[in-house]
Every structure is written in C-alpha cells, then in structure tokens.
C-alpha cells in the first residue's frame, strides 16, 4: 500500500504561494515527513522536513496537521525554477535511514 | 551537504554488456544508496551500500544483476550487469551521515544509461 497520496499535477502562476497537499493516514507516531523535489535531469533535491511541529527554512514552509495523517508543503512565491515534481515521504522501509519514494507531483509554473 | 559527484554521467551501453558507476562523496558518510529511476517514473531504490561487506538490497533486486562495493566511507560503486534494453534509466547514488530518524539523504545528479 503507498504510505502517501499526492496530486499527480497541479499549477500555479509565477509570483503566487502553491500549496501542495499529501496525504499520510498511516503513518506512524516516530516517523519524520521528507520532502523532496526534482527538477528536470537533475537528481532529487531536499526540501524540507518535519515531525510534529510545522517548519519553515529558507525554501519552503511545511504545515502538518494535528492529527499528522496529512502536510501541506507552502511554496511562499512560484518561481519558474521551482517547476518540478515533488516527493512527499514518511516510508522508511521498516528502518530509521531509508527514503521510499511515491510517485509525487508534478508543478507546472506559468509565467 | 555535501559534493556527491558520479561517474559515468551518460553513457550508451551494448545490450550484454556491464557498466560500472561510481559514486564519489567529498565527506565521509555512513549511509550510502542507489536508487533507479526508469524513463517517466519515480525513484525505486536498489540497495544499501554497506562498508566493508555486502550490500543489503531490496526487493526485486540481486547481487548478481546490481553488484555494489563500498570499500571506504567516501566511495561507492554499482554495477549493472548482463544489460538489456530494460535497464535503461538514470542511476542514483544518495548519502546521509547518520542513521537516526529523521535524518536527511542527499544525492548525486545521476548516471543517465541507455542500452541498445
């Protein structure tokens, strides 16, 4: 069963804040919420990540809800660089160090 | 972070053939993985790469298809053996220092192989 479900696509218009939701209803109390993004030909790129409390760092916001069943990662201004396709992740393959990748979503930016 | 640095970045292979990526990180680390990812699809991982002895893979994949080394804590390499058409795909080597939950990998930007 996929631990994450995710919009296959969405879109956002340059300038504006993107809001991209996944859904995690299994995960566990001591599992950490990853994500990742991977821009065109290039390999994937952290993002940002969280247990409990929402995080924010120079890239991105993440907002995780009470219940911890879903996050929403807040992309504060779209830019045309950050058309790429994003990872949510809280499978870890029954160990602590291994990141399980879904099928993410794909982010277009129109100018 | 760190510099993850791969070799080769492209290649075109001979179906039958065997080709060797290394994996080249300017720290030492303690975790080091490949992962797969085939034409329009997301990452799949193939194994951990363990220092000093074999590499503990996951499933659907083997040692005699995907033979990895990981002689010291900087350097890895993955070898993609017997090819078919089937492997083409861009080959991922990723790293993270610690093993604690939470922790964050990196990786390199690929090795992008074509067999024909």
């Known amino acids: 069963d996929a631990k994450t479900t995710q919009p296959n696509s969405m879109e956002s218009n340059e300038e504006e804040p993107v809001h991209l939701p996944c859904n995690h209803s299994?995960?566990?109390?001591?599992?950490?919420i990853h994500w990742y993004r991977q821009l065109p030909s290039q390999g994937p790129e952290y993002v940002i990540h969280?247990?409990?409390s929402n995080v924010n760092n120079r890239m991105a916001s993440l907002a995780i809800a009470e219940d911890r069943k879903s996050s929403t990662l807040i992309l504060h201004r779209a830019t045309l660089r950050d058309a790429a396709v994003y990872y949510c992740?809280?499978?870890?393959?029954?160990?602590?160090?291994?990141?399980?990748f879904g099928t993410g979503t794909l982010l277009a930016v129109q100018p | 972070s760190a510099v993850i640095s791969q070799k080769p970045s492209r290649d075109i292979c001979q179906r039958g053939t065997s080709l060797t990526i290394q994996c080249q990180v300017d720290s030492q680390v303690t975790m080091m993985f490949w992962y797969r990812q085939q034409p329009g699809q997301s990452l799949t991982l193939i194994a951990t790469?363990?220092?000093?002895?074999?590499?503990?893979?996951e499933s659907g994949f083997v040692i005699d298809k995907f033979p990895i080394s990981r002689p010291n804590l900087t350097f890895s390499t993955l070898t993609v053996s017997n090819m078919s058409p089937e492997d083409s795909s861009i080959y991922l080597c990723s790293v993270g220092w610690t093993a604690e939950p939470g922790n964050t990998i990196y990786f390199g930007e690929g090795s992008w192989l074509t067999v024909v």
């Open positions: 969280g247990l409990t």
């Open positions: 790469a363990n220092q000093g002895s074999e590499a503990t893979y």
């Open positions: 992740i809280t499978d870890y393959g029954g160990a602590t160090n291994k990141l399980i």
């Open positions: 299994t995960i566990s109390g001591t599992d950490y």
